[in-house]
């Protein structure tokens, strides 16, 4: 049976979990930027399992948001 509290499909995608890639890939961000970053990835992660293109717009979404607060940063 599916564990969809502590491991739902749509979260292991080739033997990896989601939450472990987000991790790795905002070790060196914080705040929005950190926020925004694992959004993104999380929406790209599921689309294709979970909920089609409204997580492709989420992460869009996301996406426009991190790349507004970067161009505030001056990054």
Same mark, same amino acid.
């Given at each position: 049976?599916?564990?969809?509290?502590?491991?739902?499909?749509?979260?292991?995608?080739?033997?990896?979990?989601?939450?472990?890639? &987000?991790?790795a890939?905002?070790?060196?961000?914080s705040?929005?930027?950190?926020?925004?970053?694992? #959004?993104? &990835?999380?929406?790209? =992660?599921? =689309?294709?399992?979970? #909920?089609?293109?409204e997580?492709?717009?989420?992460?869009? =979404?996301?996406?426009?948001?991190? &790349?507004?607060?970067?161009?505030?940063?001056?990054?």
């Amino acid at each position: 049976m599916a564990d969809m509290v502590n491991h739902p499909s749509h979260y292991c995608q080739g033997g990896i979990e989601c939450i472990d890639a &987000i991790k790795a890939a905002v070790t060196d961000l914080s705040g929005i930027e950190a926020v925004c970053t694992a #959004n993104v &990835i999380k929406y790209v =992660w599921r =689309w294709k399992n979970k #909920n089609g293109i409204e997580d492709l717009k989420k992460a869009g =979404w996301y996406l426009d948001r991190l &790349i507004k607060e970067a161009e505030k940063a001056g990054k």
